[in-house]
């Protein structure tokens, strides 16, 4: 079953704007991940942010984390055309072992030149 | 070799035929994983691999899949007389630390008829 639900499930936006993605989980975390999917192709790793962190930037990519809420973003600052791709989050459980990956539905991130 | 493989890249079948797919992770991964992901939808963990021991199995995988990994090198999932819903992309992944990100193949995109 899927653990996390993203918002919204399509976005679209104009090159240069910014872009923002939620997640929402249901159980306790050690770590939450976004990836990136290009249309059928294998998914990319962007950022991790473990359970005690609240904010991480890499590139024009900056991820927050409310472990209260249960709930992260993903914001992707001067968004380009090459953004285009479906985002998802992921989040490795507390309670289970071997780090796998418990995957949302994923938004749809559309950046139109 | 810098990245997760994974052959074929696409595979067309007839229900109840049998079907193996292959996968070869980044050579100094232990960890191996399996997810499948149908249209529109995230990846669902299907089981993973510490070097070669089968640590984790969803229950999504049936009887009629098994997965191997001799030698803790590269793996293979076996799909036994295969289903329409068993259409999809099988994804494999490989990491190296626990908790740590994991890093995707391109898939190995099934076809039933």
């Known amino acids: 079953s899927q653990q996390g639900e993203e918002d919204p499930q399509a976005l679209s936006i104009q090159e240069g704007e910014n872009a923002t993605m939620n997640c929402s989980y249901k159980t306790s975390i050690n770590n939450l991940q976004w990836y990136r999917q290009n249309s059928g192709r294998g998914l990319v790793h962007l950022i991790l942010?473990?359970?005690?962190?609240r904010e991480k930037h890499s590139g024009r990519l900056r991820v927050t984390l409310d472990t209260s809420k249960k709930s992260s973003s993903l914001l992707i600052t001067a968004s380009r055309a090459a953004d285009t791709a479906s985002y998802f989050c992921a989040t490795v459980l507390r309670e289970t072992s071997g780090s796998r990956l418990t995957f949302g539905e994923g938004t749809q991130l559309t950046v139109n030149p | 070799d810098t990245g997760v493989s994974q052959d074929p890249r696409h595979k067309i079948t007839k229900r109840g035929q049998n079907v193996t797919f292959r996968c070869d992770p980044i050579s100094e991964h232990n960890r191996l994983y399996w997810y499948r992901q149908t249209l529109g939808q995230g990846p669902e963990f299907l089981t993973y691999f510490q070097n070669e021991a089968q640590l984790e199995k969803s229950r999504l995988l049936s009887d009629r899949f098994s997965a191997e990994r001799p030698k803790g090198s590269f793996s293979t999932l076996e799909i036994q007389r295969t289903e329409q819903g068993d259409s999809a992309m099988y994804l494999c992944?490989?990491?190296?630390?626990?908790?740590?990100?994991?890093?995707f193949g391109p898939g190995t995109r099934l076809t039933v008829l």
């Open positions: 942010i473990r359970s005690n962190e």
């Open positions: 992944a490989s990491s190296q630390v626990t908790y740590n990100e994991q890093f």
